[in-house]
């Protein structure tokens, strides 16, 4: 029994193109388009599965949905005389509305059920014409990208001018700040020192009143003293007088 017809749609058809240099890895792109209204398994295989990397290799495309393969050439030592005859398949067939097990599913299969489609791979190296455009592209791009340069470093230098500007007003600033830290710790100083005279003033005012004190009581106590030698002798001279008498 014949296989049914591929119901993916392959972007491109036929051929999967890999264009150099192969120094590196070179990556084309097969797009898979699910027009129908059923979900579709499908899985991707080649010849040459040591050459490639599919990512991905296998899933579900949802109906009416489209998924992109990446398909990785891995470097090598490319030669133009040498044809490729690598090739790769695209194998589908109708998901089960309660599948669970997409291996399973594959497992299960039957031959009148899966569905493909292959492409045949081709090498290309860049034509020196396309080359010289290359280069005329890039130099392009890298003089048009040292004028951005240069005009995106005009706006820089003005800010930066600017900026030099706040940075004088700043250190003005601190400058003023500085000096007025300067003069009060000079009047704080100032003040110290004459609240230290002060002290020293009042300290001598104090022992002056003390010793004032001090020579009043002294006089005080003097002229109490004076006071009772005149009245003994006083009182002396009373009891001489009336002793000369009495005789």
């Known amino acids: 029994m014949a296989r049914p017809e591929q119901v993916l749609l ?46 991905p290799n296998s899933g579900i495309i949802d ?7 990446s398909v990785m050439l891995q ?4 030669d133009p005389n040498e044809k490729s005859k690598h090739k790769f398949m695209v194998q589908s067939m109708l998901a089960p509305y309660d599948m669970t097990d997409m291996e399973g599913v594959w497992k ?11 492409l045949r791979c081709a090498f290309e190296m860049p034509l020196e014409n396309d080359k010289t455009h290359e280069s005329e592209i ?18 820089k230098s003005a800010s930066a001018s600017l900026d ?14 500085q000096m007025e830290v300067q003069r009060l710790r000079e009047e704080n100083k100032q003040i110290r020192e004459d609240d230290g005279l002060r002290k020293r003033k009042v300290t001598p005012l104090a022992s002056a009143h003390s010793s004032s ?8 106590d003097e002229g109490l003293s004076t006071r ?9 001279v009373i009891g001489v007088i009336i002793g000369k008498l009495a005789l």
């Open 10 to 55: 392959l972007e491109p058809q036929h051929e999967l193109k890999f264009r150099g240099p192969f120094t590196d890895v070179v990556t084309a792109t097969l797009k898979l388009t699910n027009p129908t209204d059923r979900n579709v398994c499908f899985k991707v295989k080649t010849t040459a599965p040591r050459r490639y990397c599919v990512r």
């Open 63 to 69: 109906a009416g949905t489209s998924i992109n393969v």
């Open 75 to 78: 470097p090598f030592d490319y």
């Open 108 to 118: 299960e299969a039957k031959p009148e059920e899966l569905m493909d489609s292959k």
């Open 138 to 155: 890039i130099k392009t791009v890298s003089s048009s990208a040292s004028v951005k340069t240069e005009h995106s470093v005009l706006p």
């Open 164 to 177: 030099d500007g706040e940075v004088k007003k700043i250190m003005e600033e601190c400058r003023r700040l």
């Open 213 to 220: 004190t001090m020579a009043t009581t002294a006089v005080r």
């Open 228 to 236: 009772v030698l005149a009245f003994c002798v006083l009182f002396f």
